[in-house]
């Protein structure tokens, strides 16, 4: 968790009532400043719902949460009390960090996991067996990937770097198809050995 955010978090002005001081994180009482101040020094009570209020998060969370409660909208106060926030929390990390945002809908909808509870299938498909599973699964259907804008947004590393080029083709990013629609021949971006391997695993 990134220390600016927590740093931050524990800066929040201390309420005081006159008599008494509250932690502005976990809201234990104190009645003197200084026993305050070493409890804030540990920084050792903040939560997942103090460090990740009103982040990017969060918004994906929200959008997550909609979808399995029915709903059309999700408050804040809503999501706070999910039983689920700190695994939904670290699964929208996870997805976040292997840039798979689209990873709850496959398990949600797709995978194996239908017939079991939310919880479970967070904690599970945090796995890298559940990433091959779900790269293959965008392989054989890209229509799930926005395949223009991922070019888009990484032409450079994809012309330019060849193992971010074959990355993106085991990941489902692209297919060769379209990739070679807009950048043309491999030959130009793989040498021979690199090409063999892409058109014996990931040729559409």
Request: some cysteine; charged content about 35%; hydrophobic content about 35%.
């Amino acid at each position: 968790m990134s220390k600016d955010i927590i740093e931050e978090v524990f800066n929040k002005p201390i309420p005081f009532d006159g008599n008494r001081y509250w932690c502005p994180v976990c809201l234990k009482v104190y009645k003197r400043k200084k026993n305050l101040q070493n409890h804030l020094d540990k920084r050792q009570c903040y939560s997942l719902r103090d460090i990740l209020d009103g982040s990017d998060i969060e918004r994906v969370m929200k959008e997550i949460t909609k979808i399995i409660y029915n709903r059309e909208s999700i408050g804040d106060t809503f999501l706070k009390q999910i039983p689920f926030y700190d695994k939904l929390a670290l699964f929208v990390s996870f997805c976040k960090t292997n840039r798979v945002d689209p990873l709850f809908y496959y398990v949600y909808n797709e995978a194996r996991f239908e017939k079991y509870n939310v919880s479970w299938i967070l904690e599970n498909a945090m796995t890298n067996k559940t990433l091959r599973e779900f790269f293959e699964f965008r392989r054989k259907n890209p229509e799930w990937n926005d395949e223009e804008a991922f070019m888009d947004s990484y032409e450079q590393r994809l012309t330019e770097e060849p193992l971010f080029l074959i990355r993106a083709f085991e990941r489902g990013d692209i297919t060769v198809k379209t990739f070679k629609s807009k950048f043309g021949d491999l030959d130009k971006y793989l040498n021979e050995e690199q090409i063999d391997r892409v058109v014996s695993n990931f040729q559409r």
